[in-house]
């Protein structure tokens, strides 16, 4: 993830989890688990045949994937091509179609994305608590309609920011747990060409996939896509996390517009 936003304002682990790179590692990491397990299972398999894909995993040339693709016109044959040739076999991605790959990894990346939030959200939350302590006597007159009214306690500001995030983190920390994984589903959803490969060797091998990306739950029907309302989920959530510091900002502004507070400024 790059660009003048993304340099501006997300940190340097959430422009990591978004880059190229880490997504085409993520995509070598998810095929070595596929023949880890699918060897585990059965399919005919070489050690060595999987240890030249672990040796080959972080050997990431984008102009080399990008010129492959050039030719080829598809972009994850291009990466599979890259890879297959780095480590000298054709074995990885057997009995998977497109999306068994970038719908898994861009699920990943969305979960990782939502528990470095959460790691964030939870600093936030423990910040203002202390803001909270710090101020909980401290009075400031209280504005209604945008004139003064009550008297209230700077401290009782913060508390309300801090409630409103609680709840909006609460929502959060829940849709972790409950983020699905779209699994091995194939071109219609049916798994059927990892049916025919690993016949009841496929619970374990999805279950295994699963477990190596950090998810709990797989979706049992779906189609080549997983439901686009997750995401909705996602964004949903985001902004209502968003919403406690927005506020707190615009309240900050108001207040120092009326020179009951101050932002301050930097040596």
């Known amino acids: ?7 501006r304002y997300a940190s340097d682990q959430m422009r990591e989890l978004w ?3 880490y997504k085409i ?18 399919l005919e398999m070489s050690d060595s045949v999987i240890a030249d894909y672990v040796n080959a995993k972080d050997v990431i040339d ?13 972009d994850v044959k291009a990466r599979i091509d890259e ?23 861009e699920a990943y990346q969305i979960l990782s994305a939502l528990k470095l939030t959460n790691f964030k959200a939870l600093a936030l939350l423990s910040s203002l608590a202390k803001k909270i302590e710090e101020y909980k006597a401290l009075p ?8 003064p009214a009550q008297i209230t306690t700077l401290g009782k500001r913060f508390a309300t920011v801090a409630e409103e995030l609680l709840f909006a983190q609460a929502r959060l920390e829940n849709l972790i747990e409950l983020f699905p ?19 009841e060797n496929f619970e374990k091998l999805e279950s295994a996939i699963a477990k190596s990306l950090g998810f709990e739950r797989v979706l049992d029907s779906t189609g080549q896509i997983y439901p686009r309302s997750i995401d909705y989920q996602v964004v949903s959530s985001l902004l209502a996390l968003a919403a406690a510091p927005s506020n707190m900002a615009i309240s900050i502004r108001l207040m120092a517009g009326h020179d009951l507070v101050s932002e301050g400024f930097k040596k």
Request: aromatic fraction near 2%; charged fraction near 25%.
């Open 181 to 199: 994984l779209r699994g091995l589903k194939g071109p219609v959803g049916t798994s059927q060409d990892s049916l025919d490969l690993m016949g």
């Open 62 to 74: 984008i102009a080399s994937i990008d010129k492959r693709e050039m030719v080829i016109k598809h």
């Open 25 to 42: 590692k993520a995509e070598r990491e998810l095929w070595i688990s596929v023949l880890k397990a699918q060897a585990k299972a059965g």
């Open 1 to 7: 993830m790059s660009g003048v936003l993304a340099e």
């Open 83 to 105: 890879f297959n040739s780095l480590a000298g076999h054709q074995k990885i991605h057997i009995g998977m179609t497109s999306r068994d790959l970038t719908e898994n990894i």
């Open 140 to 147: 400031i007159v209280g504005r209604s309609h945008n004139v």
């Open 19 to 21: 880059s190229r790179t």
